[in-house]
């Protein structure tokens, strides 16, 4: 939940404002310094799975299994999204946002954020920054789809984001609708594992697919992002003894 609808959350429910507060009270965990990614675990009882989960993400895509794999059926929607600078990324947050199905199961799009670097690397390397579009199922499983963006050609969409993003922490609104699949490789091989979100509490509770093509943005956008974020990714974590599988 992010913030601002979090605090609408309360009003709603002033009952449950102590317990609520006693929440959103929690530690206040940043990428670098005392608070920083390397510190997660030890920061709250509920951030535990950060330091001693041995399912954790992003990890190196690099020795990957090749895997007659069911591609993702990605059916994500156009709408005039919500744009919020959360503190931690620029978060931009479905209505409807469509849904994608994997082995069967069908998962409705919540949101999609934004890393520089990227937190998933390629055989070690990170590219200038990587988008996540969450997913989650009516029984609470969750699906990532990551995409790598490299600086390039400008992107229509993500300068659209970029140019309505808060410089502080707070919401806007698209003007005009952007279609989500255009931030998709034209190439879609990709890398599928088990993984955690990448940041606190760091769940393993997460069904990641990487595409293996990066797309492109403008260099002049990347550097807008890191103007509010000059970096929001989590280290590399241990494959472990995880199966990578790489699907074309
Ligand atoms: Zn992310």
Known sequence: MDRRRFL???IACPACTSAALAQEAGPHWKYEGEHGATKWGEMDSKFKACAIGGEQSPVDL??????????????WKPETF???NNGHTIQVTAQDGGSITSLKITYALKQFHFHTPSEHALGGKSTAMEA???HSSSEGRLAVVGVLMVAGKRHEGFAEIMRA????????KLKTALDPHSFLPQNRSFYRYEGSLTTPPCSETVEWSVFDSTI?????DVQAFRALYP???????ATNRR??????
Do not use: C, W, Y
């Not at 993003?165 to 806007?172: L, V, Y």
């Not at 970096?231 to 974590?237: S, T």
């Open 8 to 10: 609408k959350s309360l």
């Open 62 to 75: 690099t020795g990957a299994i090749h895997a007659d794999l069911q591609r993702v059926a990605i059916h």
């Open 82 to 84: 919500d744009i919020a």
């Open 132 to 134: 996540h579009f969450v």
């Open 165 to 172: 993003a808060p410089k502080s922490e707070g919401e806007a």
């Open 216 to 220: 492109e943005v403008a260099e002049a």
């Open 231 to 237: 970096m929001n990714a989590r280290p590399l974590q």
């Open 243 to 248: 199966f990578l599988l790489k699907g074309l």
